[in-house]
C-alpha cells in the first residue's frame, strides 16, 4: 500500500509525497478481504493527497510570491522636518527643540542661491551654490559634515537616507546634465547622466538657464526646464520626470518658476507656485497640485481668492507666500492681494490683503479665510512648549514666539518647517 508522507518544502511548508512501504506476510493472506476496503481506502487517500497537493500548491506559491515580490513603485521622498531650519544674514539657524543654534554654515538668501532639505535620522542637508559651493549635514547639535561641490551643482533633493545632486554643464545648444547620488556620509555611490528630453527652449530664445531638481524617489527624479515659452523674464517651465537611468519618463507644464516645493506625507503629491513676472510690474502666481507618478495635474489654478477679486478683477495680483501639506490630502496655501500700478509709479498704494487657503485637491475642495491685520499665521512649531512658533509677518519678516514672548528677525525666511505634534493640536 501507499501512505502519505510528509515532506518540507523550501519555504517551510509541508508537501505530500507518496512513499511506497513493503509489504508484510499478513497482507497476502488477506488480499481478498482488504480489497473493498483498500480500494475505499485508497479512494479516500488519493481524495487527502488531492487536497493536501493543493494546499501546498497554494503554499509554496504564496511563499514564492512573497519573496519575489518588490515594493510598490512611489513618489517621491517625503521626509518630516526634525526642527525648524531659519535663514539669517546669509547664514543656516536651526532650531531643535525651540533653542536656536546658529550653524556658521553659508546657506542663499533664496532658491537660487541655496537650499536646505530635511532628512531622516533628524538631520537636514544645507547647500550653498555661491562662494563655498559645499553641501552640509548636519544634525540637532549644528555639528555634521560636509563636501565640496563644482560649479554648477545648485539644486538638491532627498533621496531614501540620501541625496541627490544635479549639476549642469553648458554646451552647445543647451546643458549636459547629470544625477550625484551621495549616500547618508555624504559618500558619493554613482551618477546618472540625464538624456536631453525632447521639449527644451527653442533656439530663437537663446535663453540660457539650467535645469533644476525638484524632487527625489527612489525609483525617479523631477527636473524643472524651461518651455519653448519660456524667456528671460521667466515664462513656462516643465517638469519632467526621470526614471534612475536617466530616461525622461513623462512632463507636465507649470506657469513660471517653481517656487516653495512641498510634498505631500506619502510622497504621492508635490504643490508648488509657478512664478511668472509679466510684461509690466505684475506677478502671475498660479498654484499648481500634481500626481507624482502619473505625472497629471489634480490642481492648476491663478491662485487669487474669488472674493478679493470681485470689482478689481484687472487690477488684483496675488502671490503665494507660504504652503505645506498638514495630511495627505490637506494643503494649506497662504499669500497676500496687492494692486498692480500702472506701470510708472510701480505697484499700488492699497494695503494688502493676506489671506489663507485650505485645498483638498484629491476631493476638489477648497475654503479661503482673510487673515485680519493683526493676525500673523503659524508657519512652524518651534517648541517644546505647544505655543512655541513661527510665524510670518511678511515674506522676509518672522515672528518667533516662545515662552509667551514674541521676537521679530528680518530680513529672514523660513527654509524648514515642523508640524505641530499630535498633542498640541
Keep these: 500500500m501507499g501512505v502519505l508522507a510528509p515532506r518540507v518544502g523550501a519555504c517551510g511548508a509541508s508537501r505530500p509525497r507518496l512513499r511506497v512501504l513493503p509489504c508484510r506476510g499478513w497482507c497476502s493472506d488477506s488480499r481478498a478481504r482488504y480489497l473493498k476496503a483498500g480500494t475505499r481506502r485508497m479512494t479516500r487517500s488519493r481524495f487527502v493527497f488531492l487536497v493536501l497537493g493543493l494546499v501546498a500548491i497554494v503554499v509554496?506559491?504564496?511563499?514564492?510570491?512573497?519573496?519575489?515580490?518588490?515594493?510598490?513603485?512611489?513618489?517621491?521622498?517625503?521626509?518630516?522636518?526634525?526642527?525648524?531650519?531659519?535663514?539669517?544674514?546669509?547664514?543656516?539657524?536651526?532650531?531643535?527643540?525651540?533653542?536656536?543654534?546658529?550653524?556658521?554654515?553659508?546657506?542663499?538668501?533664496?532658491?537660487w542661491e541655496g537650499e536646505v532639505v530635511p532628512l531622516k535620522e533628524s538631520r537636514v542637508a544645507l547647500l550653498n551654490s555661491l562662494g563655498t559651493k559645499k553641501i552640509s549635514v548636519v544634525d540637532e547639535?549644528?555639528?555634521?559634515?560636509?563636501?565640496?561641490?563644482?560649479?554648477?551643482?545648485?539644486?538638491?533633493?532627498?533621496?531614501?537616507?540620501?541625496?541627490?545632486?544635479?549639476?549642469?554643464?553648458?554646451?552647445?545648444?543647451?546643458?549636459?546634465?547629470?544625477?550625484?547620488?551621495f549616500n547618508r556620509d555624504l559618500e558619493p555611490e554613482y551618477e546618472v547622466k540625464l538624456l536631453e528630453p525632447a521639449i527644451r527652449v527653442t533656439p530663437g530664445f537663446n535663453y540660457d538657464e539650467p535645469p533644476t531638481l525638484i524632487a527625489a524617489g527612489a525609483d525617479a527624479v523631477w527636473v524643472s526646464y524651461p518651455s519653448e515659452e519660456a524667456h528671460s523674464r521667466g515664462g513656462k517651465r516643465l517638469l519632467v520626470k526621470f526614471s534612475m537611468d536617466g530616461k525622461p519618463s513623462g512632463f507636465t507644464p507649470i506657469e513660471g518658476w517653481i517656487l516653495h516645493p512641498a510634498i505631500s506625507p506619502n510622497g504621492r503629491l508635490i504643490a508648488f507656485e509657478g512664478h511668472a513676472p509679466c510684461a509690466v510690474p505684475c506677478v502671475v502666481s498660479s498654484l499648481h497640485v500634481i500626481d507624482l507618478e502619473s505625472m497629471q495635474q489634480l490642481w492648476s489654478s491663478t491662485y487669487a481668492p474669488p472674493a478679493?477679486?470681485?470689482?478689481?478683477?484687472?487690477?488684483?495680483?496675488?502671490?503665494?507666500a507660504f504652503m505645506?501639506?498638514?495630511?495627505?490630502?490637506?494643503?494649506?496655501?497662504?499669500?497676500?492681494?496687492?494692486?498692480?500700478?500702472?506701470?510708472?509709479?510701480?505697484?499700488?498704494?492699497a494695503k494688502d490683503q493676506r489671506w489663507r487657503r485650505s485645498i483638498a485637491p484629491r476631493a476638489q475642495t477648497?475654503?479661503?479665510?482673510?487673515?485680519?491685520?493683526?493676525?500673523?499665521?503659524?508657519?512652524?512649531?518651534?517648541?517644546?512648549?505647544?505655543?512655541?512658533?513661527?510665524?510670518m509677518q511678511s515674506d522676509q519678516t518672522l515672528v518667533i514666539s516662545r515662552n509667551g514672548v514674541e521676537t521679530r528677525i528680518s530680513p529672514a525666511r523660513l527654509a524648514v518647517a515642523v508640524e505641530r505634534p499630535t498633542e498640541c493640536r
Excluded at 145 to 157: E, F, K, L, Y
Excluded at 308 to 317: E, G, H, K
Excluded at 333 to 341: E, P
Design 366 to 391: 477648497l475654503s479661503d479665510g482673510l487673515l485680519e491685520s493683526q493676525e500673523r499665521e503659524e508657519v512652524s512649531w518651534l517648541g517644546p512648549g505647544c505655543n512655541d512658533v513661527i510665524r
Design 308 to 320: 478679493a477679486r470681485q470689482n478689481m478683477s484687472d487690477s488684483l495680483d496675488f502671490e503665494i
Design 60 to 111: 509554496s506559491s504564496g511563499c514564492t510570491a512573497g519573496e519575489s515580490k518588490k515594493p510598490e513603485s512611489g513618489g517621491a521622498t517625503s521626509v518630516s522636518a526634525p526642527f525648524a531650519v531659519t535663514i539669517e544674514d546669509g547664514q543656516a539657524t536651526i532650531w531643535p527643540g525651540g533653542s536656536p543654534i546658529k550653524t556658521n554654515i553659508p546657506v542663499g538668501n533664496n532658491r
Design 141 to 181: 547639535s549644528g555639528r555634521g559634515h560636509s563636501v565640496d561641490i563644482t560649479s554648477g551643482c545648485d539644486s538638491i533633493a532627498a533621496r531614501e537616507d540620501g541625496i541627490v545632486l544635479l549639476c549642469s554643464e553648458e554646451v552647445a545648444g543647451g546643458y549636459e546634465t547629470k544625477l550625484k547620488i
Design 324 to 349: 505645506r501639506w498638514k495630511s495627505d490630502d490637506d494643503l494649506l496655501v497662504l499669500g497676500h492681494t496687492y494692486l498692480r500700478g500702472d506701470g510708472t509709479e510701480g505697484y499700488g498704494d
